[in-house]
């Protein structure tokens, strides 16, 4: 009987421990879930020219082309809408009007070439109804002529490359990528700022109430080129050259992005156009150019270890870290610098000719955009950092002669 009774008793102070931890663990749980949520609220704001809260409807438009989108989208809802109503205003109403509790009888007729004619002519109204605007916007949409200035636009993985063909700022060209402290803040699930993950180091300036024509293209894989507020998106197509235009009717910075699904950092190519007036775009095309100027180094000029590497280490941050790290160790198909055959061989000319050739069908894609003197400085760079101690150091004098 003394067994039996202190039995329960023994079992209640075991578990009185167990419900308190678990009661622990329960309000632990809860607690970063309402922090989560919290912090979720916080920091969540309408960007202008970006992505708003809650979004349901179309961007405003910036563009004329836009503006007839948005108009079309809301005919085409209008007219769906006045069908809906009408065909299934007239199906309730026969339904409950004609019902057999209220003595009706079905009819019973085999055709009628009246209902008929009119079933085929009225939907065929409908859709040239709606095909007329529909072909016209599709018509605008594609007419690139008379274009006042002209940029081609090339999607990488995963940065985009802008050059300025044809007009004021003609020679000009850069690479845009994501801002390096957005990379940090999504690695570390930080995110901050209403333009999270949209953030670029150079953004695409154009000048206001000009024509613009972007031609796209790829280096490797397929990307595409759409700002939501231009009513813009062009797919960039290896080997192919696609066009497309806008005429920004409004100054201020507009958002986008990569379209098509391009590889695992397809989220972090974004496409940041700043849209300025005439005076000041004169003004930035004049300081792109003595920036250009400025750059243009003397392709026989002999660098330093010291001078060299830290112009390479720059280099590899802005175009070779998104897919080689910043460990240089890769990721998945992405082969690692540190340690490489090729980067470690005594031949400095085999790597020269995959940056500037690329390799791999396109996996790893050419760089001769990039000049003889940022090329050599990022080989230096590979060749010297991390576990790679060769002491060898490329000139720009030795990618000059591997272009030739």
Not at 68 to 78: A, K, P, S, T
Not at 141 to 166: C, E, F, P, R, V
Not at 200 to 209: F, M, N
Not at 331 to 346: M, Q
Request: glycine share 8%; hydrophobic share 45%; with cysteine.
């Amino acid at each position: 009987m003394t067994t039996m009774t202190n039995m329960p008793k023994t079992r209640s102070r075991h578990l009185r421990p167990a419900s308190r931890w678990l009661s622990q663990a329960l309000a632990a749980v809860l607690a970063a879930a309402t922090a989560t949520v919290a912090s979720a609220a916080r920091v969540v704001n309408d960007l202008p020219g970006g992505p708003a809260v809650n979004q349901l409807n179309l961007h405003p438009p910036v563009t004329p082309i836009a503006a007839d989108q948005i108009w079309l989208h809301n005919f085409v809802m209008i007219v769906c809408t006045l069908i809906f109503i009408g065909v299934f205003g007239v199906m309730f109403y026969s339904i409950i009007k004609h019902r057999k509790s209220r003595g009706h009888k079905a009819a019973n007729f085999h055709e009628s070439t009246t209902v008929e004619i009119v079933w085929t002519v009225v939907p065929f109204l409908i859709v040239i109804m709606l095909a007329l605007p529909a072909t016209k916007v599709v018509v605008a949409m594609k007419d690139t002529s008379g274009a006042d200035l002209t940029i081609k636009a090339t999607g990488s993985q995963w940065k985009w490359g802008y050059d300025y063909l044809k007009g004021e700022g003609e020679g000009i060209g850069f690479l845009s990528t994501l801002d390096p402290l957005q990379r940090e803040m999504s690695n570390a699930g930080q995110p901050e700022g209403d333009n999270y993950l949209l953030k670029v180091d150079y953004p695409l300036v154009v000048p206001v109430d000009k024509k613009i024509r972007i031609i796209t293209t790829a280096n490797d894989v397929i990307h595409a080129f759409m700002v939501p507020a231009f009513g813009i998106k062009q797919d960039a197509i290896p080997g192919f050259v696609r066009d497309t235009w806008f005429r920004a009717e409004k100054i201020g910075d507009f958002y986008g992005q990569c379209a098509e699904l391009c590889g695992k950092e397809h989220a972090y190519m974004p496409i940041h156009v700043k849209v300025v007036s005439a005076a000041d775009y004169t003004a930035w095309v004049d300081g792109e150019m003595k920036k250009i100027a400025a750059k243009a180094d003397d392709p026989s000029k002999v660098w330093t270890m010291e001078e060299i590497l830290a112009r390479g280490e720059k280099v590899y941050n802005a175009n070779c870290a998104a897919c080689h790290q910043a460990s240089g160790m890769g990721a998945g198909p992405i082969k690692p610098l540190a340690g490489s055959p090729i980067v470690l061989d005594a031949d400095k000319t085999k790597q020269i000719h995959v940056v500037l050739n690329g390799q791999n069908n396109g996996a790893m894609p050419s760089w001769k955009q990039l000049g003889d003197t940022d090329i050599a400085a990022v080989i230096t760079f590979t060749k010297n950092h991390w576990s790679n101690k060769t002491g060898q150091l490329v000139q720009p004098a030795d990618v000059q002669a591997a272009r030739q």
